[in-house]
Structures are given as structure tokens and as C-alpha cells.
């Protein structure tokens, strides 16, 4: 066997064994801590729903933003999406609210929309800004389909 081949080959053989020990301890960790983390998501949602009984959805946006700058992350994009979306199933949403918000299958304007109002916030560029916001256009979608 050639030994670039053996190098090849070790270094695939690394990456294998890493990706498997990731995995591993992806896992485990959730194991590990499931309870906590659904505890967690459970009342981060009771606040979105407290919050946002008989807000309008803008109110949801603002507060969800807000808090999002206080804990930034993975973690908190995630703690955020769930108050968002708890907030905005408690809000009240004016009949013409949703006639702004573009539909989720138009990709470039909803994503435009989603960045106008990150920007609104302080907070141009931000992927999880975006990804936040982006629960006003879910909801509206499913608001449209209701009716």
C-alpha cells in the first residue's frame, strides 16, 4: 500500500471515530439533560403566552428581540422561538396585520421582510434575528389557511 494511501485513509479513519464520538456525546448530553431542558421550554412558553395575551403580534417581536439580546447563542435563538411563537398564538392578531407579512413559499420577500424588521430592531444581518421573525411568517401563513 502506498503511503499517501495510508495517510488517506488514517485521516479518514480519524474522522470517522471523531464524528462517532460526537454523536456519543450529543446524545448522552440530551439524555442527560432532557428534564431540564423541557422544563426549560415549558416556561419559556408560559411566558410567551403570558406576555402575549392580548398583545399585538409587534409587541411579541419587540420582547422576543429584546430578550434575545440579553442571551445570544444557539441557545438562545432556540429560547426565543419557542416564547415567540407561544407569545403569538396568545396575541391578537388585527385583521390587516398579516396582509404586510409576505407568505412563507415567497422565499426572497418573506426573508426581506424578516431582515426589515431585525433591522427595525437594532439588529441588521442577524441570521437568528431572522429566524426569530420568521415565526410572524409561519404564523400568518397558518392564520391564512384558517380562514
Request: proline share 4%; net charge positive.
Amino acid at each position: 500500500m502506498p503511503p499517501w494511501l495510508k495517510v488517506v485513509l488514517g485521516i479518514v479513519l480519524f474522522f470517522i471515530v471523531l464524528a462517532i464520538g460526537g454523536a456519543f456525546f450529543a446524545v448522552n448530553w440530551v439524555r442527560v439533560n432532557k428534564t431540564r431542558l423541557q422544563q426549560e421550554a415549558t416556561k419559556v412558553r408560559d411566558e410567551g403566552r403570558a406576555f402575549g395575551d392580548g398583545k399585538e403580534p409587534v409587541a411579541c417581536m419587540d420582547e422576543a428581540i429584546r430578550r434575545y439580546k440579553e442571551k445570544r447563542g444557539f441557545a438562545g435563538q432556540i429560547r426565543n422561538q419557542l416564547f415567540m411563537e407561544a407569545c403569538l398564538d396568545a396575541s391578537s392578531f388585527p385583521a390587516t396585520f398579516c396582509a404586510t407579512v409576505p407568505q412563507q413559499t415567497e422565499f426572497i420577500d418573506s426573508s426581506r421582510w424578516a431582515l426589515n424588521e431585525c433591522q427595525k430592531r437594532g439588529m441588521p444581518n442577524d441570521q437568528s434575528c431572522t429566524t426569530i421573525v420568521m415565526s410572524v411568517v409561519q404564523r400568518c401563513d397558518r392564520q391564512r389557511s384558517s380562514h
